[in-house]
């Protein structure tokens, strides 16, 4: 932490608890839970994130644990927030090489400590490198550019965001928009109900008087799934927000896959 002072004034236990979040996910695992549907049950299964061919689960995992840091150093859970920091900086490690087999995984792990333990400065070494997380490459110097990068602008990005000072009359903004943005969700799924059945009766009812009728109820159908749309990006951006101002516990979301659903469902 030689390049970020600020660090040092981050509250009793935040520095322990993100040294520690940096090794944790190799012991204490992340999970999904994948859950699929058949005629006749339905079954579900825990399996751990493989931190080196699950980008998906990945990525998601870092925006989470980088919300869920700043979640709790609002709440004043230091030791929490440098753990749920380390982690994602963990994945944002994990995320510096696209592996092609474990025995290439633990050779080039081996040769990116070997460049580490010279007592290089890092800073200057990556000065003029430049090279996205995930880019395969046979140069070992430019994926731990990339590792390096992203983690400073990642602890970058946590700093600013803390050190914001919230207002009483911003905290309650938020809480107020949590409200209006849960308030329209059993709305919108009234209204997508709604005009579903007015679409099946233009087509099963009304069929001699489509022509004049049906393009009214489609038009509608069309019309509340794209504000349904757009609806969830600003639920997604409210949540987000009211993460980082300590309000609300960012969350996993549900993905739907072949026959079923998978949800991340983390160690914190």
Known sequence: MRGFPAFRG?????????YRGVVEPDKVVDEVEVCREDVERKACKREPINHYTDSEYLKELTD????????????GDFHLSGIALGRALHYVHDSTLVYTGVGERNVQEERMREIIGRDVDIGNL???TDIELGTKSSNLVEPLCAMY???????????????????????ERLKKHRERVAGLSPLWVLAFLTV???VLASFF???PFYGALGA????????????FKLHKVKESIVMRELAKA???KPQTRTKVIEKGSARISPAY
Do not use: H, N, W
């Not at 981050?10 to 993100?18: T, Y």
């Open 149 to 171: 990068k992203s983690s400073i602008d990642m602890l970058r990005q946590f700093i600013s965001e803390v050190s914001k000072t919230l207002t009483s009359e911003e905290i």
């Open 205 to 207: 009812i009304l069929i």
């Open 196 to 198: 579903s059945l007015m």
């Open 10 to 18: 981050l509250g009793s236990g935040f520095l322990e608890g993100l």
């Open 64 to 75: 989470y644990y980088y919300l869920l840091s700043i979640y709790y150093y609002r709440r």
């Open 246 to 248: 300590g309000i609300v």
């Open 216 to 227: 009214v109820p489609l038009i509608a159908f069309i019309v509340i799934i794209i504000a």
């Open 126 to 128: 990556c000065r003029d």
